[in-house]
């Protein structure tokens, strides 16, 4: 069974702190990684992708991978109200068919 | 415009009854998915396509039906309705599986 787990949250952080969101997955032959950012009621949107050990940045964002430990996270710097939402961390099946997805982080940002 | 639609994005209806969901996109993607969004489970995966008339089951297929008879439409059928099967339906998108996808607005089902 394919797994990826994510804790649910609440996370909640003060406005202008780094929201650091987490995520493990179950199969070694995961190749690609992303990240999605979903508001209440509506779609997922895609923020970030990664696909080699090590950081990646885009913006206030920044992915991690550690392939080794099985471990994606997500820092969120300068964390804002508007980044109050659910994070979905997916991952891709060995075969390359689809991608599996978490259950997501809630995360909360207070003014 | 939007590159993903769904139809409709609201529908109530009876235990019993077949529900065809529309998904509609204009990106000229090759592969498409339906997934559900239930609390507590996630987004799990019911039918995906590689291509037209290229379809395959997914986690939880048991019910759902699809159809792909052009590149942008990719339709997901409920064959007969069950209230375990209100849920919100998500389609998504990619042109390479090693992409991320794109989604639509999403479909809430309610079945009563």
């Known amino acids: 069974q394919k797994e990826v787990e994510q804790n649910s949250g609440p996370l909640s952080v003060p406005e202008g702190a780094i929201a650091s969101l987490n995520c493990t997955y179950s199969?070694?032959?995961?190749?690609?990684f992303f990240w999605y950012r979903q508001y209440s009621g509506k779609s997922p949107e895609l923020i970030m992708s990664?696909?080699?050990?090590g950081d990646k940045e885009d913006g206030r964002f920044t992915a991690q991978l550690n392939k080794a430990s099985q471990y994606v996270s997500l820092l969120i710097r300068d964390s804002q109200p508007s980044d109050s939402a659910t994070y979905l961390c997916?991952?891709?099946?060995?075969?390359?068919?689809?991608?599996?997805f978490g259950p997501g982080t809630r995360l909360s940002v207070l003014p | 415009d939007a590159g993903i639609t769904q139809s409709p994005r609201h529908k109530v209806t009876e235990t019993g009854t077949p529900v065809t969901l529309r998904c509609h996109q204009t990106?000229?993607?090759?592969?498409m998915y339906w997934y559900r969004q239930d609390p507590g489970h996630g987004l799990r995966l019911i039918h995906y396509?590689?291509?037209?008339?290229?379809?395959d089951k997914g986690e939880v297929s048991d019910g759902y039906s699809v159809s792909r008879s052009k590149t942008e439409d990719f339709l997901l059928t409920l064959e007969s309705a069950t209230s375990s099967q209100t849920s919100v339906y998500f389609c998504?998108?990619?042109?390479?599986?090693?992409?991320?996808?794109?989604f639509g607005s999403g479909t809430r089902l309610t079945v009563v």
């Open positions: 997916a991952v891709n099946t060995f075969d390359g068919q689809n991608f599996v």
């Open positions: 199969d070694r032959g995961s190749q690609s």
């Open positions: 990664i696909y080699s050990n």
């Open positions: 990106e000229n993607h090759r592969y």
């Open positions: 396509s590689y291509g037209v008339k290229d379809t």
């Open positions: 998504a998108s990619n042109g390479d599986r090693a992409q991320g996808y794109t």
